[in-house]
Every structure is written in structure tokens, then in C-alpha cells.
């Protein structure tokens, strides 16, 4: 099946510093890739969809400046936290679709932040 | 935007059983997936059923696009069921409905 990895898995930062995620799809090129935050015992809410080579659609509430997400060939993208603080702790997941609008999704194993 | 709504919200069944999650959703969909959540919160695809009726072992899932939901029947439950299973719909990126939490005791 189609893999996706994430790196890190987890990461502890201090307030105010920025902190970078990476998204891979291992055996496939993906052409769009997600990216979701999860609360604890919430859902996933999606936060922005990317194409490579394009900008990312953030969802409404997600503020572009702080989350900055880089799209830079088909099997990566990245998501960067800038001057993090405590509120954006959370479950950082990323999930890549192979084929075009209703393609099946396949979603990396998550990235927890926490930001003291 | 579409809605997406699972039931029941938390189930707790004995080693054995049989269970019945179900997901409605508001609109019409070009995809929709059901996922295991794991205590490690990785997303296990379990279906990928827009339509129709799939089976994988002990898991079966039926999805009626014309009447908007979709079952996720788990049969002969064992403990490492337990987690969170989630229902996914994609009119234009995959929307998450709030998930089942199932517990299965020994």
C-alpha cells in the first residue's frame, strides 16, 4: 500500500521559535497533499490542501502567516509553525492522494508539537 | 459546508461481539473512507467506498451515496479493535466526521 511518513514525530519547542514539519510520500507521487491538526479526543480539521509547484488553500480561521506550507515537488511538502506558542500545541497529521478529486487518501503517522 | 455525523459516539462491546458504526453526511460525495485511529494516533485506512459494499476480513463497510450514509460492521470484535474509527467524506478534500470510540473488553 501507499505510504506516507512524517518527520518529526515529536517535537518540543520554546514559545516564539518556528518549527518545520516534512510530509513524504514514500512510493508514490502525490498530487496534492493535507494538512490536518487534531486536539485531543477531537476530530481532524483540515487545515490547508497543497499542490506541488502551487500556493496552499488554507481552510477559513487558519492564518497563512503562521502556517507556512511549501509544496516543493511531489513527494514533499512541508508544514512550518512560525513563532509558535502554547495554543498551537497539537497532533500535526499529513495525508497525500494519489490520483485527481476523490482519489483515496493515504496519512502519515502524525507530528506532536508541544510549545512551552 | 458538509456535514458529517457518526454514531454511536463512544460503544463498548465484549470480546466476540458484533457492532454496527454508522456515518450520514449532508451532501452528495466523490469519496468516502473509513480509518482505524490507533492509541498512537496513526490513521489506519480500513475502506475506501464512495459506493457499493467491500469486505476485508471480520470488517465489512456498505456506503448508499443515494441516501447519504455509509456502515462499518466489525464482526467477532477482539480487544485490538479498540480505538477510534472515523468516517471521512470528500466533496473536495476529506471532511472528518467526530468518530466512534470503541472499547472491547476480554
Known amino acids: 500500500g501507499a505510504v506516507v511518513s512524517q518527520h518529526p514525530s515529536r517535537v518540543i519547542c520554546k514559545s516564539g521559535t518556528s518549527v518545520k514539519i516534512e510530509c513524504r510520500s514514500l512510493?508514490?507521487?502525490?498530487?496534492?497533499m493535507f494538512w490536518y491538526r487534531q486536539f485531543p479526543k477531537q476530530s481532524l480539521m483540515l487545515m490547508a490542501t497543497?499542490?506541488?509547484?502551487?500556493?496552499?488553500?488554507?481552510e477559513q480561521g487558519v492564518e497563512k502567516d503562521k502556517f507556512l506550507i511549501n509544496h516543493a515537488s511531489l513527494t514533499l511538502s512541508t508544514l512550518t509553525v512560525t513563532s509558535a506558542h502554547p495554543e498551537d500545541s497539537s497532533f500535526y497529521i499529513c495525508s497525500a492522494r494519489i490520483e485527481g478529486l476523490g482519489g483515496e487518501q493515504y496519512f502519515g503517522p502524525g507530528t506532536r508539537l508541544t510549545v512551552t | 459546508g458538509i456535514q458529517v455525523e457518526q454514531s454511536p459516539p463512544d460503544l463498548i462491546l465484549q470480546e466476540g461481539a458484533n457492532s454496527t458504526l454508522r456515518c450520514n453526511f449532508s451532501d452528495s460525495v466523490n469519496n468516502l473512507q473509513w480509518f482505524h485511529q490507533n492509541p498512537w494516533g496513526q490513521l489506519i485506512n480500513l475502506f475506501y467506498i464512495p459506493s457499493g459494499t467491500k469486505q476485508n476480513g471480520r470488517l465489512s463497510a456498505t456506503t448508499v451515496a443515494t441516501e447519504r450514509y455509509s456502515l462499518l460492521y466489525i464482526s467477532s470484535s477482539q480487544t485490538t479493535d479498540s480505538g477510534v474509527y472515523f468516517c471521512?467524506?470528500?466533496?473536495?478534500?476529506?471532511?472528518f466526521g467526530s468518530g466512534t470510540r470503541l472499547q472491547v473488553q476480554p
Open positions: 512510493d508514490f507521487q502525490a498530487t496534492t
Open positions: 471521512a467524506v470528500e466533496p473536495r478534500a476529506l471532511t
Open positions: 497543497s499542490n506541488e509547484g502551487s500556493k496552499a488553500t488554507y
